[in-house]
């Protein structure tokens, strides 16, 4: 059964402060995933069940069995498939109309340009911090926003990075965020599928123009404690990828 865009966002167009053109902005936005482990798939569903209308996956990984436990739009015979492919079908299953471009290699310095550009929100769902600084000083070089998000053990992190600054490593500059692997901590599926879902929460709001984005701000949770926080930084002076002055 095929359904209209007009169902679909239904609920969204209900609330208090929606307008008359969010559904057809939302079918003519345009939003980079990279990354398409636990982060990417929560994300993705999310905007494209909503009704994002285009998306591109960046991810140069095969499905494996240890990522099913939180990598969600994966099933067991996509074992050993690109992620991009067998992500792009299940969300084609869920939305049929969107437009899903796929790439199956890792970003770097060089592709960045060339495959994010013309986009109008990334979604970091990486997990290395090499990723993360090419990511934070695509948005500072091209203004376009990047949301920010990682999740490791039972504890998850998003934040958005918009205009310029403060940028992620005014964050983090003086002590990057650690590559630490989940395969040596460990994850809580639900904790990362909940930091892909906040994300997906702030790239709509980014493209609908609405509400209070977590820019300059990080929100964290713990869930082992039952604890969220948001946390607001500002513009570190001197920094390198956005030149710190506020
Ligand atoms: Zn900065």
Same mark, same amino acid.
């Given at each position: 059964? =095929?359904i209209?865009?007009?169902?679909?966002?239904?609920?969204?167009?209900?609330?208090?402060d929606?307008?008359?053109?969010?559904?057809?902005?939302?079918?003519?936005?345009?939003?980079?995933?990279?990354?398409?482990? !636990?982060?990417?798939?929560?994300?993705?569903?999310?905007?494209?069940?909503?009704? =994002?209308?285009?998306?591109?996956?960046?991810?140069?990984?095969?499905?494996?069995?240890h990522?099913?436990?939180?990598?969600?739009?994966f099933?067991?015979?996509?074992?050993?498939?690109?992620?991009? %492919?067998a992500?792009?079908?299940?969300?084609?299953?869920?939305?049929?109309?969107?437009?899903?471009?796929?790439?199956?290699?890792?970003?770097?310095? %060089?592709?960045a +340009?060339?495959?994010?550009?013309?986009?109008? =929100?990334?979604?970091?769902?990486? +997990?290395?911090?090499?990723?993360?600084?090419?990511?934070?000083?695509?948005?500072?070089?091209?203004?376009?926003? =990047?949301?920010?998000?990682?999740?490791?053990?039972?504890?998850?992190?998003?934040?958005?990075?918009?205009?310029?600054?403060?940028?992620?490593?005014?964050?983090?500059?003086?002590?990057?965020?650690? +590559?630490?692997n989940?395969?040596?901590?460990?994850?809580?599926?639900?904790?990362? !599928?909940?930091?892909?879902?906040?994300?997906?929460?702030?790239?709509?709001?980014?493209?609908?123009?609405?509400?209070?984005?977590?820019?300059g701000?990080?929100?964290?949770?713990?869930?082992?404690?039952?604890?969220?926080?948001?946390?607001?930084?500002?513009?570190?002076?001197?920094?390198?990828?956005?030149?710190?002055?506020a």
């Amino acid at each position: 059964m =095929v359904i209209t865009d007009k169902e679909r966002v239904r609920r969204l167009v209900s609330l208090p402060d929606a307008k008359a053109s969010w559904a057809e902005r939302l079918r003519q936005s345009r939003v980079a995933m990279v990354g398409m482990g !636990g982060l990417g798939n929560a994300s993705a569903a999310y905007l494209v069940a909503q009704g =994002v209308g285009h998306v591109i996956l960046v991810d140069p990984d095969q499905v494996d069995g240890h990522n099913l436990g939180r990598q969600i739009l994966f099933q067991p015979p996509d074992i050993g498939r690109m992620k991009v %492919d067998a992500a792009k079908e299940r969300l084609q299953q869920m939305a049929p109309e969107v437009s899903v471009r796929t790439e199956a290699v890792a970003l770097d310095g %060089d592709n960045a +340009d060339e495959l994010l550009s013309g986009y109008d =929100v990334v979604v970091d769902g990486s +997990d290395n911090w090499a990723t993360r600084v090419i990511l934070n000083r695509f948005s500072v070089r091209q203004n376009i926003p =990047v949301v920010f998000a990682g999740a490791i053990g039972y504890e998850a992190q998003v934040s958005v990075i918009k205009g310029g600054r403060p940028c992620l490593e005014c964050l983090f500059g003086d002590t990057p965020l650690a +590559d630490q692997n989940c395969a040596v901590m460990g994850v809580l599926g639900p904790v990362v !599928g909940m930091a892909g879902t906040i994300q997906a929460q702030e790239v709509l709001k980014l493209l609908l123009n609405t509400g209070k984005p977590l820019q300059g701000r990080i929100w964290t949770y713990d869930a082992y404690r039952g604890i969220s926080r948001i946390v607001g930084f500002p513009t570190r002076p001197g920094c390198s990828a956005c030149g710190g002055e506020a």
